[in-house]
């Protein structure tokens, strides 16, 4: 059964300048996330990866189709619905600095959503050693300040207040590429642990196909607005049907300097007959 359910999306933003058109940057994208699954959502910088995600946030406005969550409609509910929701629906954004108080405790941050939801400050306590212990973070951690975490630590943090509210679906917005190759592991591993443990579901973004292979049940393809490829992760991060996927397959770094130096030779084969079509 779908947990999260999107048919036809389409987002239009306002044009630059006076009587502008609007510019239409999802062209009616369908997709979903099973209970205790993981989507990985890919493409490249413009295709309308994030815009899907913050269409499910409610941070932007759809122009067409619709969302459900649940089974319930949740294209364009008010802000009291949102909150509720804020209850099932969860996010991790990229920058994990960024995303956290600097002047607050890590207890604190973790401690905040619980108390305005109505737990007691003894239950919210109780709540930040599980969440710390769930992350893989010292108990000590509720007393220090986020600019005393490394990056992968904070994301850590940025982790567990997201496992809160106890959510059904987290919004992953590019969770590991602000991260270094190694920490991005270790980060991923944690997301597939607590996932098994919890049965949380992931919309996971990125425009890394290597990233969402490692941890994604299936795959959906983005490229300028349009779902253009949909599969098993394994099949389509091995062996991509369209060009567009291949062109990112192909864009992935490996160890290897010769095998590197053929990937790059390929993909500018691709990129140059994509270009005589358009032209």
Not at 28 to 40: F, H, I, Y
Not at 124 to 129: F, P, S, T, W
Not at 130 to 158: I, K, N, Y
Not at 229 to 252: F, I, K, M, N, Q
Request: include cysteine; charge should be positive.
């Amino acid at each position: 059964m779908s947990l999260l359910e999107i048919g036809d999306l389409r987002v239009a933003f306002p044009g630059r300048g006076w009587r502008a058109k609007p510019v239409e940057v999802l062209h009616g994208v369908s997709l979903d996330v099973g209970q205790g699954e993981t989507l990985g959502l890919v493409g490249e910088s413009g295709s309308g990866k994030t815009t899907i995600g913050r269409a499910v946030l409610g941070l932007v406005k759809p122009s067409g189709g619709r969302i459900l969550f649940d089974s319930e409609d949740i294209t364009a509910v008010g802000t009291r619905e949102r909150r509720r929701l804020a209850r099932d629906i969860q996010v991790v954004f990229q920058d994990p600095y960024t995303s956290l108080n600097p002047s607050l405790t890590v207890g604190d941050i973790l401690a905040e959503p619980l108390v305005v939801q109505g737990a007691t400050a003894k239950d919210a306590r109780a709540r930040v050693r599980t969440l710390l212990d769930q992350v893989g973070l010292p108990a000590d951690a509720a007393e220090r300040l986020p600019r005393e975490f490394s990056g992968g630590q904070r994301q850590r943090v940025a982790i567990a207040r997201a496992l809160a509210p106890k959510p059904k679906l987290i919004v992953c917005d590019e969770p590991v590429s602000a991260l270094d190759l190694s920490t991005q592991e270790r980060v991923l591993d944690l997301f597939i642990d607590i996932q098994r443990s919890t049965g949380v579901a992931y919309l996971f973004i990125s425009h890394d196909l290597t990233v969402v292979r490692h941890i994604s049940h299936r795959v959906a393809v983005l490229y300028r607005g349009d779902l253009v490829e949909t599969g098993p992760a394994a099949r389509v991060t091995s062996d991509p049907e369209h060009d567009y996927t291949r062109r990112l397959l192909l864009a992935s770094p490996v160890a290897d300097p010769v095998v590197q130096q053929q990937r790059r030779e390929e993909r500018r084969k691709l990129v140059a007959a994509e270009r005589a079509v358009t032209a």
